[in-house]
């Protein structure tokens, strides 16, 4: 007496498998595309933290009255990128620096500023934007820094 499977038995046992490579394929696709989405927001991130740091060494005439922190920049995924390495997707971003909007209003409030910056890049074919924001006083830390450097 032979036993084995029916027609009908490995059609189904066949559509089984190819439901789960399917859905294997697509969880392994979902997770990787989250992954790499993570890592570009953590860069940009990265990239405005960088340029908010660089604010606090500035003194206040630099910040307000000169034109040293350029309004405009460019900075890539990966920076680092050696000849003929790809440096990756470019981050494009901006960086203003206007009047603070204390709500309600102080007296101090033409002695601050506030800093915006942004960054805008491209996933695939959906743009991404991220902002961060903060306030810098007249008196506030980079004239410690310029006063203990320069005594």
Sequence with gaps: ?????????????????????????????????????????????????????????????????????PQYFTNYYYPLASNGQSEGIPYFGTMTISNSALNPTATYSTNMRLITVSVLWTNGVMPRTRSMQTLVAQNGIQNYVYNATNR
């Design 1 to 69: 007496m032979e036993v084995a499977f029916t027609l009908p038995e490995v059609l189904v046992g066949v559509a089984i498998v190819a439901v789960m490579f399917v859905t294997l394929y697509g969880g392994m696709t979902s997770g990787f595309a989250i992954t790499q989405l993570a890592r570009e927001n953590l860069r940009g991130t990265q990239i405005m933290l960088e340029r908010m740091e660089g604010v606090r060494l500035y003194n206040w005439n630099q910040l307000v009255y000169s034109n040293m922190i």
